[in-house]
């Protein structure tokens, strides 16, 4: 049973690390609080599961799925920057959109993979073993790292700076000749395709692509990047990155913990939103619990 | 919060004062400048080029700016040089070249060191950390390291305590004079108006009012320019620093 909730925390936990970390790049880098991550989800998982129903490379899918993302996220983008629809609401049309998109792509409410080879199939194929958690594992085990080190070179390059300032501080940085139109769009792309890619590889994993896989997906992801932040505190970019995926793995733990326990699990996105409204919560009581504490501390002295 | 008729003409290495009540329309002229305000009629050409339309992003390739909130001019969750790394490349493309190497980083301190505020050791440390003056220096260094043909400070050390602000005020005089930059400054404070510069400009209700070159500015007090302020306003100077500043004349 140990095992189980292990193997399954770290299965999720680094299939979601990519969900995770396109959120972080538009919630934190980007400071655009960006809901369309709910549509692009499932945008991934509906065109990887497509094309590989049709009998198509799983590799081709799984690329072509993050294509979409990123289509996902200019359109986004340009709601946002040259239509001047507020942040949040670009977000949510977008979001609402790929909903129908996602349903035009399927074609039905969900399509079912297990009869088909998925990427992960075609690894266990080369390497001669059957398909496996642990096998699933491992993949993604080499994959995050890899999307990692490429993330933590581009937000070092000087677009990339461009984009961290565009979150950080947009007026300097358009005072510094920066089209901060332009950097908003890639983020957001950037940010969407990841979360597409993460959508695809879920899919592949569970076996099925849903219209309905991506409801409560921004807050899955934004809980990962809290989580990690706030239990690892690290300042350097790749130290940052690596905190948001055990953000997201210990989130896994959390509800695979949960679910052992016997919590239902249609009340999982309510204990989820909780878990998320209490660390945003948690700076505003520490000063109360500060206070507490040195009045405790003197009534026992 | 209007310009009224502004006809201004700055000539290479010109470094102007501007003065003026609340509200006479001297940070509305650097927006206008900077790009960041588009005019309902009339033109902003600089050399020789109309640039009225430019949105500010192109614009600002040749022009530096500090502003009165030294959160401004910093990015404050990056670092020192990742900050110094962005403005190198002031109106530059920006592509997917590393923002800071071991070549920039050397030029970085090279920049820094002048300062004495021991910036150049802490290149790596967050600009969040960093005091509001040593932020507003940087601000000024990163304003002025690709020689902008046009430096525009907005009051840059209104926001500072006493003691910081004239460290910056030293700075900014140090770093002008060196690059020979051409400067429009606006402040609040008189006494800098007069002692700063090579020509100073007073501002009412969005016109220029009075417009002193250097030889001029040289004999003027804060009294004359008070004086001058009233006689061609028609109305009483309305500023709390100066009130007292005049009182201490007086």
């Known amino acids: 049973m140990l095992l189980n909730i292990t193997s399954i925390t770290f299965e999720q936990g680094l299939a979601y690390a990519l969900l995770a970390l396109g959120v972080y790049l538009s919630f934190r880098t980007l400071d655009f609080p960006d809901l369309t991550v709910d549509g692009s989800f499932p945008l991934g998982g509906a065109v990887a599961a497509v094309l590989i129903f049709g009998g198509g490379s799983p590799l081709v899918a799984t690329l072509a799925a993050v294509g979409a993302g990123l289509l996902a996220g200019i359109g986004t983008g340009l709601l946002n920057t040259k239509l001047r629809i507020n942040p949040l609401l670009s977000g949510i ?68 700076l461009a984009i961290r300032a565009t979150g950080d501080n947009a007026q300097m ?47 899955i992801g934004l809980a990962s990047v809290i989580i990690g932040e706030s239990l690892f505190r690290r300042k350097a970019m790749s130290w940052i990155l690596l905190s948001v995926v055990g953000g997201s793995i210990v989130y896994r733990l959390f509800v695979a913990v949960a679910l052992r326990l016997g919590m239902p699990p249609g009340m999982l996105k309510l204990i989820t939103a909780l878990l998320v409204i209490a660390v945003l919560a948690a700076p505003r009581f520490r000063g109360t619990w500060e206070r507490l504490s040195r009045w405790k501390g003197r009534n026992h002295a | 919060m209007a310009l009224d008729g502004v006809d201004l003409e700055v000539s290479p290495s010109e470094f102007i004062t501007i003065i003026g009540s609340n509200g006479a329309g001297k940070s509305t002229l650097l927006n206008t400048i900077a790009g960041v305000h588009l005019p309902d009629s009339g033109r902003v050409i600089f050399n020789g080029t109309d640039i009225t339309r430019l949105p500010e992003y192109r614009r600002t390739k040749y022009m530096g700016r500090v502003y009165q909130d030294p959160m401004m001019g910093t990015a404050s969750m990056m670092s020192v040089e990742e900050n110094m790394a962005m403005a190198v490349l002031r109106g530059q493309r920006r592509g997917l070249r590393r923002g800071v190497n071991s070549r920039l980083r050397e030029q970085f301190r090279e ?28 601000a000024i260094v990163m304003a002025t390291i690709s020689k902008p043909a046009l430096l525009l400070l907005d009051e840059h050390t209104a926001s500072l305590d006493p003691k910081t602000g004239r460290t910056i005020l030293e700075l900014t005089e140090e770093v002008i004079r060196q690059g020979n930059l051409t400067t429009l400054m606006v402040t609040h404070n008189m006494d800098q108006a007069l002692k700063l510069g090579n020509r100073l400009i007073m501002m009412d209700a969005g016109r220029i009012i009075l417009d002193v070159d250097a030889e001029q500015k040289s004999s003027l007090t804060v009294r004359d320019l008070v004086e001058q302020f009233e006689l061609a306003s028609g109305k009483r100077f309305v500023d709390d620093s100066l009130l007292l500043r005049r009182r201490e004349e007086g």
């Open chain 1, 93 to 160: 049309l977008m979001m609402i959109g790929l909903y129908s998109i996602n349903l035009v792509i399927m074609g039905r409410a969900n399509i079912s993979l297990l009869r088909v080879d998925t990427l992960f199939d075609n690894l266990a194929h080369v390497f001669g073993v059957s398909t496996s958690p642990t096998l699933v594992i491992l993949s993604l085990a080499v994959l995050v790292p890899i999307v990692i080190i490429i993330l933590t070179w581009f937000l070092h390059t000087n677009i990339g």
């Open chain 2, 111 to 138: 920049a820094l060191a002048p300062l004495d505020l021991g910036l150049e050791d802490r290149l790596k440390q967050n600009v969040g950390t960093l005091s509001g003056g040593q932020r507003q220096a940087l």
């Open chain 1, 173 to 219: 940085i358009r005072g510094l000749g920066a089209d901060t139109d332009k950097t908003k769009i890639i983020g957001l792309s950037m940010s969407n395709g990841l979360v597409a890619l993460s959508g695809a590889l879920v899919a592949q994993d569970q076996g099925f692509a849903d219209v309905g896989m991506g409801i409560g997906m921004i807050i």
